[in-house]
């Protein structure tokens, strides 16, 4: 199965320990050999409040399922 970044941008990223809705991917960093080393991921909290840089990032290793609506990852 192929996803586009678009297509995982669409998705929630939740916690896999206790199944809170994180945030959203908005960006890949991509190494000069076309892999991907970690997505940035705009908090939930951004978006309710409008307070300070709330970006984080996710390794690739983190993720432990892509499902249809949501990507979990372990923190």
């Not at 916690?15 to 892999?35: H, M, P, T, V, Y």
């Not at 951004?46 to 249809?68: C, P």
Request: aromatic share 12%; no cysteine; net charge neutral.
């Amino acid at each position: 199965m192929y996803l586009n970044l678009s297509d995982l941008q669409r998705k929630d990223i939740v916690s896999i320990e206790d199944g809170r809705r994180l945030g959203r991917i908005i960006d890949a960093q991509i190494n000069s050999n076309g892999i991907i080393e970690h997505f940035i991921v705009l908090d939930y909290k951004f978006w309710r409040f409008w307070k300070g840089n709330n970006e984080f990032t996710v390794l690739f290793s983190q993720i432990k399922k892509i499902g249809t609506d949501v990507i979990l990852i372990e923190l």
